[in-house]
């Protein structure tokens, strides 16, 4: 389950990247638009991703043998989703901890998402330099 996961947020953003890049190329607005663009593509991949490991925790919190999702948590998938987010970006506040198999996907998101964050991040330095002003 867990390397499904990973190859799927991997993929995803892969293939926004691609688009992304493909997409600035052709535009005719300013830079500054066009890495705007680029950014708001990036977080929405992310923010995509981010559902995605949440509606994972979601259904294993519920399915048996998986483990649980403890502290101030009330099992629904908004909680879910933050707490994606929190492990996702590692910021990780600690106010819902997991335990049992879902300890795994915590580490695994976390590690998937600091990788997936650099990788946009050196996107967007490429792209700056490719489409920022020299002055």
Known sequence: MNILLVCAVVVIHNEVLIRLSSLLGRMRQ??????????LGCLTAHAL???????????????DGWGQLLGNFNGSMLDCTYF???????????DIEAVGMLRHLTGIEALTGLVLIT?????????????????
Request: proline share 2%; hydrophobic share 50%; aromatic share 26%.
């Open 84 to 94: 994606s987010f929190t492990t996702f970006t590692t910021l990780g506040y600690g």
């Open 30 to 39: 300013s830079h500054h638009f066009r890495l705007i663009v680029a950014v």
């Open 49 to 63: 991703q981010v559902w995605i490991f949440a509606t994972a925790f979601y259904f294993m919190h519920h399915a």
């Open 119 to 135: 990788w946009s991040a050196s996107f967007l330095f490429l792209e700056m330099q490719r489409y920022w002003p020299t002055r």
